[in-house]
């Protein structure tokens, strides 16, 4: 079925598929079994969450919560604006295309996000879990202004830009900067920590990495880090 949400509707919980097109004040948002759809502006004065099968969609609105938020189903952006005020978890697929996202504390990554034409900014810290997928395409950019952490997949294509303090890149991960235009700009950049070799950093297609230092696998025990330019 299809709701229209009315305005001043507080605490709730989506099992069915709704549609917001009115400004939503609530306590709190839980996507548990089925969609929902923002076309306006949905605020959350606490916890947001979507719940594995479920989908929240923000299409032309815009979605902000002051809690933390947890993704576990699909969450897409589509010409959306997302605010996170706390911190944000993702254990399933996010999709941004385009958008902006600001995250106001960590963005912890254990599952899929790809930007397309879209910016992240997180004034916190960046985790890319292993087994994750954090990847970027046509003119994406993240912003972090904390520490990134790499034990999953990064990609950074078609001219889309990352930013970030200090970068740790370990276990089996993968970090890939390709094609022209494509930035990777960090503090300093440490490759294979204590006991977790096998990472990789590979630039190119006239890619550009920036570093204040780079550090291939100085830890004890840390072996068989590759960095290919």
Not at 46 to 64: K, Q, Y
């Amino acid at each position: 079925f299809f709701f229209q949400a009315e305005d001043g509707i507080r605490d709730y919980k989506v099992t069915g598929v709704q549609t917001c097109a009115l400004p939503i004040y609530t306590g709190s948002t839980i996507v548990s079994n089925g969609t929902l759809l923002i076309t306006g502006t949905l605020t959350n004065s606490s916890n947001g969450g979507v719940a594995n099968g479920a989908t929240l969609t923000v299409n032309g609105g815009r979605f902000a919560t002051t809690g933390w938020f947890t993704n576990l189903g699909t969450t897409v952006f589509i010409n959306g604006l997302g605010t996170f005020t706390g911190n944000a978890y993702n254990g399933g697929t996010v999709i941004i295309d385009p958008s902006t996202n600001t995250y106001g504390g960590n963005l912890d990554n254990a599952g899929t996000m790809l930007l397309t034409n879209s910016v992240s900014i997180i004034a916190s810290n960046l985790i890319n879990r292993a087994g994750a997928n954090y990847s970027m395409f046509q003119t994406s950019a993240t912003y972090v202004a904390g520490v990134f952490t790499n034990q999953g997949t990064l990609a950074i294509y078609q001219a889309s830009v990352l930013t970030n303090g200090n970068a740790f890149i370990s276990g089996s991960s993968t970090s890939l900067v390709s094609n022209t235009g494509s930035v990777w700009s960090n503090l300093n950049l440490t490759i294979g920590l204590a006991n977790a070799g096998g990472a990789s950093v590979t630039v190119s297609n006239n890619a550009t990495l920036i570093a204040g230092a780079v550090a291939i696998g100085n830890a004890l025990n840390s072996s068989n880090n590759a960095y290919n330019l």
